[in-house]
């Protein structure tokens, strides 16, 4: 069928709008009509990034819609079910059936590979190949071809410009919390960056009994959202050492969280812990900078690597729902609308931090 798709072209840093075929679902696929469609870093990484993903791609990996077809094998969602979007998974390797589809064992493939595993793709233009599938969905397109594996229902009542994005961002920082590190109750955490993904951590962070929740950025603008949404500090480390000020902050914290992937950030961090501490790692960032051993680590500190939050998104999307139904959970104060054609405009304005959440709506 014909729709409306953004395609990332070869050497280009813009999306170009243009008309596109998607072909029908498959008989365990899912066709969903977009609603909305959040923005998450790893969309502007690999817009930025040449080589990252084949090309030309249709991107997009935080969709909301309404399911309007599905295959003959689906039972999980039926047409007219309002469903999320979020990571892709094979469904029988040793962690997904453990529930842990976040280190699917061929999570790379089927969230980065632009194809299904059999090497097809749904989407063409002009009769000629768009690679697609981007997180099991590519959702930067009216219509886009899901797996069952990947969409999770949610309440009809709740609007879905507001639920997109608990699909990968939001989900990522609020897991890394509930689902990993676990702070004790009276205990004291660290969280650098505040963006989405911090911001989120630090929410959940308020949410998990933690005490002193350090919010450490180099933009005083964030730091005072961060105090907003539940930090009891601010740390701006610019011209100072990040454990020393952390330290005079609050003193050394029991853990920390890394939504920078800069390695002096973690390195910092990880200098800023007590003894058996543990820093959350959740990105390697734009550099290939390997994060070194630091020396503190033999103090029984530990660094530990977070995919998507260790979440399931099965249960773990529906628990951010029903903490925001609470009034405990308010990602959508991170949120700014912009229409589908100006996606390029909302990318531009999520790079130079303008906005925190872009939200593109269909
Ligand atoms: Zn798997
Ligand atoms: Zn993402």
């Given at each position: 069928m014909r729709i409306e798709a953004a395609i990332a072209y070869p050497e280009s840093e813009r999306f170009v709008l243009a008309p596109a075929e998607l072909e029908e679902p498959r008989e365990a696929e899912v066709m969903v009509r977009l609603v909305a469609t959040g923005i998450c870093h790893t969309d502007l990484k690999m817009l930025h990034?040449?080589?990252?993903?084949?090309?030309?791609i249709v991107l997009g990996h935080e969709g909301a819609g309404i399911v309007s077809k599905v295959g003959s094998?689906?039972?999980k969602v039926r047409p007219g079910d309002h469903v999320v979007m979020s990571i892709n998974s094979c469904g029988h390797c040793g962690n997904c059936r453990q529930s842990m589809p976040s280190y699917c064992e061929d999570l790379f493939a089927r969230n980065?590979?632009?194809?299904?595993p059999d090497g097809t793709t749904a989407l063409s233009r002009e009769g000629e190949r768009l690679y697609g599938h981007?997180?099991?969905?590519?959702?930067?397109?009216t219509y886009c071809i899901a797996t069952e594996r990947n969409v999770i229902p949610v309440p009809t009542d709740l609007p879905l410009e507001t639920l997109?994005?608990?699909?990968?961002g939001i989900q990522t920082g609020a897991g890394a919390i509930l689902?990993?590190?676990k702070p004790q109750s009276g205990s004291s955490i660290a969280i650098a960056g505040t963006g989405p993904v911090g911001l989120s951590a630090i929410m959940a962070a308020k949410l998990s009994g933690a005490i002193t929740i350090v919010a450490v950025d180099t933009r005083d603008s964030r730091l005072e959202m961060a105090l907003a949404l539940g930090a009891t500090h601010a740390v701006n480390p610019v011209g100072q050492d990040l454990a020393a000020a952390i330290h005079s902050a609050c003193?050394?914290?029991?853990w920390a969280l890394d939504t920078t992937g800069n390695v002096d950030v973690v390195n910092g961090l990880v200098a800023a812990l007590n003894p058996r501490g543990t820093c959350g790692v959740v990105s390697n960032g734009r550099s290939a900078t390997p994060i070194n051993f630091h020396p503190?680590?033999?103090?029984g500190r530990s660094i530990t690597g977070i995919a998507?939050?260790?979440?399931?998104p099965d249960t773990f999307i529906p628990h951010m729902i029903a903490l925001h139904r609470e009034g405990k959970?308010?990602?959508?104060?991170m949120i700014t609308p912009y229409a589908f054609r100006d996606l390029n405009k909302a990318c531009d304005d999520a790079v130079s931090g303008k906005v925190l959440k872009p939200v593109v709506i269909f």
């Open positions: 990034t040449q080589g990252a993903v084949p090309r030309p094998r689906v039972t980065f590979g632009g194809t299904r981007f997180f099991g969905q590519s959702s930067f397109a997109a994005p608990l699909g990968c689902n990993v590190l003193g050394p914290t029991d503190l680590i033999f103090g998507q939050g260790g979440a399931d959970f308010p990602f959508d104060r």
